[in-house]
């Protein structure tokens, strides 16, 4: 009879934010209003660029390609934990748990990928820019993408196989807000240490390579622009890479306060907060970052919506 409990598991139970009756509808109300602030500002950002001639350069190319990933990232987690909200349930099918996780994984790592690429765009653009076109080329960006894609499809999966061999009690709860391979792995009533050993080793591989990577091509780009004579050329490189540096801050950051809030501190809520920064907060303030400090962008946005308040 053990073994049956253990075998046929069709649903988890996932804790959620609170289980306090009275936060629900202001829960719903403020991740509803996040998740379409998050969805709108990244869409206007890859139709601006996208209507925009002067904005089909590598970089706003890249841009648009975060923006995509980062609805593809909050649509993957928000929208059932809004569902479960209003319908006062917890509960998550076998099946919609493990697409989670493949998604959530593809799209967060994705994210990390893309502002390596970017980081290695402002790199070619200041450190070469008389080789730049031929470098950043829209050949060599596409290529660079798709790769990412294909790397990212391949470890998500080895996750997924991961979670495919462990077995779980019926019943079982999650003590999150959405399906994430590390919560799995600590809920399974099997050994799962295989499982943990092969997610954090391939886990840091794809952070460690991308943090050296952006590290390495920031520190060439300073080095770069100490050699220039001209402040205001320095102000300009400067300038046109803070909201890139503040994006992967954001990122990196929120990211690291989750799993340092898993590690150290061992409380669940700590965790889930750290993860509501991690997974909402950051796609929603992207758009903001680039389009305040970005003249091109806020241009493009102008001529956007100028164009659509025209035609209506």
């Known amino acids: 009879m053990e073994v049956e409990n253990h075998t046929v598991v069709s649903q988890f139970l996932l804790v959620g934010l609170s289980e306090d009756p009275e936060l629900q509808p202001i829960l719903f109300g403020l991740f509803l209003s996040m998740y379409l602030v998050t969805v709108l500002g990244n869409l206007l950002i890859i139709l601006a660029v996208s209507s925009d001639s002067h904005l089909h350069t590598p970089m706003y190319f890249f841009l648009s390609n975060l923006s995509l990933i980062d609805i593809c990232f909050t649509s993957t987690i928000i929208p059932k934990m809004l569902v479960n909200i209003h319908a006062h349930s917890k509960e998550i099918s076998y099946l919609e748990c493990l697409t989670q996780v493949y998604f959530f994984r593809i799209f967060v790592e994705m994210d990390d990928m893309l502002l390596t690429i970017m980081a290695y765009d ?129 990122f990196y950051g929120t990211g690291l306060g989750v799993y340092l809030s898993s590690a150290v501190v061992h409380s669940p809520q700590g965790s889930t907060i750290a993860s509501v920064m991690y997974t909402v907060v950051t796609p929603m303030l992207n758009p903001f970052i680039y389009s305040l400090r970005n003249k091109d962008v806020k241009g493009a946005l102008g001529r956007l919506l100028s164009r659509a308040a025209s035609c209506s």
């Open 122 to 250: 402002w790199f070619v653009s200041i450190c070469y820019p008389l080789k730049y076109t031929v470098i950043m080329n829209p050949c060599h960006c596409v290529l660079l993408v798709l790769m990412c894609w294909l790397i990212m499809l391949c470890f998500s999966l080895i996750h997924i196989l991961l979670v495919k061999q462990l077995t779980f009690s019926i019943g079982t709860e999650i003590p999150h807000f959405f399906c994430e391979v590390v919560q799995l792995f600590k809920v399974a009533s099997s050994d799962a240490l295989i499982g943990i050993i092969v997610m954090y080793v391939s886990t840091a591989l794809v952070i460690v390579f991308p943090v050296t990577g952006i590290l390495y091509s920031y520190s060439q780009i300073v080095s770069t622009l100490m050699r220039m004579s001209s402040s205001l050329s320095k102000y300009k490189a400067f300038s046109t890479c803070g909201s890139h540096l503040c994006v992967v801050s954001l």
